[in-house]
């Protein structure tokens, strides 16, 4: 069993950052994909960054420039370094990791930027 560990969001003023980071834990193959993805209040799920095994990255429109997702040596941890933040950003973040047949969610992080 596989189960991805999320740190915690927080509050952060407009123009702030922050670093979400998320870790796989249990009998891990091989992470091939890993992603965040964000829940605005009263809105769909949404994919916001992307890293495949090759180290693609791929970005919403409306975090390009902003955000940045990385990944550790070991493929086992994702980060997702948030800059520029605005109230639009306010959202429970999920970290997303694909392994094999598993498609693993992490528990989710609020994220409120509000002055």
């Known amino acids: 069993q596989v189960q991805v560990v999320e740190s915690r969001g927080g509050l952060v003023q407009p123009g702030g950052s922050l670093r979400l980071s998320c870790a796989a834990i249990?009998?891990?193959?091989?992470?091939?994909?890993m992603a965040w993805f964000r829940q605005p209040p009263g809105k769909s799920r949404e994919l916001v960054a992307s890293?495949?095994?090759?180290?693609?990255?791929n970005y919403a429109d409306s975090v390009k420039g902003r955000f940045t997702i990385s990944r550790d040596s070991a493929r086992t941890a994702s980060f997702l370094q948030m800059n520029s933040l605005d109230p639009d950003d306010t959202a429970v973040y999920y970290c997303?990791?694909?392994?094999?047949?598993?498609?693993?969610w992490g528990q989710g992080a609020l994220v409120t930027v509000s002055s």
């Open positions: 997303n990791m694909k392994t094999g047949d598993l498609d693993v």
């Open positions: 249990g009998n891990i193959f091989s992470i091939y994909f």
């Open positions: 890293i495949d095994s090759s180290g693609r990255t």
